[in-house]
């Protein structure tokens, strides 16, 4: 017969001690699906559904645009009491759709030269009339992807284009590339904005502004979130050879822009229509490829970040949050990790009609960390509210989070529990950046809100036009629970005014406990070149290697057991990591960035662990006895 150890306990048959011992056990720690689940909808194997566009419809039922040119309908996407769903072909022989909206009755599709409004006029579930409606230049570029329509709240709609691809993003192939443009009334593009290199997911908010998504490359040193409005200019040089244009909204050329490496902030000091963005997305740690994004308007059915954005990344196959605030005029805010594990490369999302997210999927080609070629899934939230930080504002001496729980009072106001740091990127035209500048942001002290739902950190070394990092692993609820998510980064372009916090006391970190009272520490055994796989694995998580590399599969990038292969020395796999080679890897789509801002000595342990790979006798220090 088994007794709980709550009964004894109950019963008296242990001491107070253990039940103190008992009481003290930390709680198991949440994950992100015991909050958001992902329900993957089925799909006929005779279809490949490498979705470019959703377009839920006012009817319940889906429509799915592809890169192979088509369309389908999907009834019964929400698969109502474990039933399937069933598709009808609704169009095909379009040009890579990336892109579908529905609207007073007909879906719009954005093929690769124009945008066709499709109808079908006699209820047959299939389009009988296909409208061009708009249609742009091409130059047959691979790279010269076209998005949308996004409509805004008037009806007009907005499309982006990429850049061509030529081993930098090139805007002179065909007209209008690198720009959002509104559609007109007769067809014609209404250029409004350029510097934009890839912008596969925008959208108009609920206060008619339209905010793009950007991916790592040349004159972008990261992924980023930006605010456009007319005549502004995003960063990428590409697009800037049709400001010559008559009705190009400004005159900016490639000649203005400085390409010193110096952080874009201090770039956009010298060219005014540089438009910085409203949040860095820092690459590798929170993404690596931005796709599309949604404002949750849901009015809680998606939880507690009610006029936030889920974020969706392609080649991490994830999806992340951000909150945004306008300081001065002008938007800024932060992003947050939110949840991981879709099947495949996530590039568009939209919501469903129940406050859930339809996200398709494909990874062809591009690549992504889920293993799927497409898909389609959907992001729902189960009614349980997690632990996490809501929301950071800025401050004129810190930053004020706010959290979704009260926060223990003793964890917030040990100091101990945040480490905060500063750092940016270069802007030039190469492709992407290191870590740049990277700074500690000393914290003089604490403020916690008599509510326990926000915590004001008062900060020395605020850097305006840095990113900065605010890492709450210290922190727990009522419950003992960590935080969900214990990081955040803050784009700070600007300083809010206001009146300085008043530090009466400052919070005094728990004191460290003397060495004198651990047991003596034990050396483990080194044999030969074997290596500490559990240190490694820690490091490979600390660093985001694990987001774009797995051991033996492809992900992003290659298998380590791949690199392993090439026989490098230690020291050349850290002149590659410092110091990346596309053209080593020319079956990779993604360009590694380089990381110089991790430590030579992590990225030698790391490259000693992968140069193991592979050798026999495969032995791991950790199951090897420890002794004195």
Not at 321 to 338: D, H, I, T
Not at 472 to 494: F, K, W
Request: proline fraction near 6%; glycine fraction near 10%; charge should be neutral.
């Amino acid at each position: 017969m088994k007794i709980s150890l709550k009964i004894l306990l109950s019963m008296g048959f242990l001491s107070f001690g253990t039940q103190e011992l008992f009481a003290q056990t930390k709680p198991k720690p949440y994950t992100e699906e015991d909050f958001y689940e992902i329900k993957t909808i089925a799909i006929p194997d005779e279809i490949k559904l490498e979705a470019g566009g959703i377009a839920p419809m006012p009817d319940g039922r889906v429509a799915v645009c592809t890169r192979r040119g088509e369309v389908w309908i999907i009834e019964n996407p929400y698969q109502l009491n474990g039933t399937r769903p069933s598709y009808t072909l609704f169009a095909s022989g379009l040009h890579e759709s990336l892109g579908l909206a529905y609207h007073e009755g007909s879906l719009y599709c954005t093929q690769r030269g124009e945008l066709t409004k499709l109808t079908d006029t006699n209820a047959d579930g299939k389009a009988d009339i296909y409208e061009s409606v708009a249609n742009w230049d091409l130059s047959g570029n691979y790279h010269e992807y076209s998005y949308g329509p996004v409509f805004d709240k008037n009806g007009d709609m907005y499309l982006t284009f990429n850049v061509a691809w030529v081993g930098y993003g090139e805007g002179k192939l065909a007209k209008w590339r690198g720009w959002l443009v509104k559609v007109k009334k007769d067809g014609t593009l209404e250029p409004v904005a350029t510097g934009l290199r890839s912008p596969a997911g925008f959208t108009v908010n609920s206060n008619g502004d339209v905010l793009y998504g950007e991916n790592q490359g040349d004159w972008v040193g990261s992924g980023r979130i930006t605010h456009l409005e007319k005549g502004d200019f995003a960063g990428n040089a590409g697009g800037l050879f049709w400001t010559k244009e008559p009705d190009s909204p400004l005159k900016l050329t490639k000649a203005d822009i400085p390409d010193t490496g110096e952080p874009m902030y201090e770039a956009a000091k010298k060219v005014k229509a540089l438009k910085l963005p409203a949040v860095w997305f820092p690459h590798a740690l929170m993404g690596i490829s931005t796709a599309d994004m949604i404002e949750d308007e849901t009015n809680g059915k998606f939880g507690p970040f009610q006029g936030q954005y889920i974020v969706f990344d392609q080649g991490q196959s994830k999806a992340m949050r951000m909150s945004l605030e306008k300081v001065n005029g002008k938007y800024q805010g932060a992003c947050y990790p939110f949840r991981e594990g879709f099947q495949s490369g996530t590039v568009r999302a939209r919501w469903g009609n129940d406050g859930s997210i339809f996200v398709g999927m494909t990874s062809r080609g591009w690549g992504s960390t889920g293993k799927a070629l497409f898909g389609i899934q959907r992001l729902v939230w189960n009614g349980r509210t997690p632990f996490e930080m809501k929301n950071v504002h800025a401050m004129p001496d810190g930053f004020e989070v706010e959290f979704t729980q009260p926060v223990n009072l003793k964890s917030a106001q040990d100091l101990a529990s945040y480490e905060l740091k500063s750092f940016t990127y270069k802007y030039h035209h190469q492709y992407g950046s290191p870590i740049i500048n990277q700074e500690k942001t000393p914290l003089r002290g604490v403020i916690v809100s008599e509510d326990r739902l926000k915590v004001r950190l008062v900060m020395d070394n605020l850097r305006k036009g840095y990113i900065h990092e605010i890492l709450a692993s210290g922190l727990v609820n009522d419950e003992g629970q960590p935080l969900l998510h214990d990081i955040s980064y803050y784009t700070l372009n600007d300083i809010p005014a206001g009146e300085l916090a008043k530090i009466t006391t400052k919070a005094t970190p728990v004191a460290p406990v003397k060495p004198a009272t651990l047991p003596a520490k034990k050396e483990k055994v080194v044999v030969g070149n074997l290596v500490d796989t559990k240190q490694v694995a820690s490091l490979l998580k600390k660093h985001a290697c694990t987001s774009c590399h797995a051991e033996a599969t492809r992900v992003v990038g290659p298998p380590f057991t791949e690199v392993a292969k090439r026989n490098y020395t230690n020291e050349q796999i850290l002149e590659l990591v410092y110091h990346p080679k596309p053209e080593n890897w020319p079956d990779y789509a993604t360009e590694m960035a380089s990381m110089t801002h991790v430590p030579k000595a992590d990225v030698l342990k790391i490259a000693s662990w992968i140069n193991s790979l592979g050798k026999k006798p495969k032995v791991d220090l950790n199951k090897i006895e420890n002794r004195d």
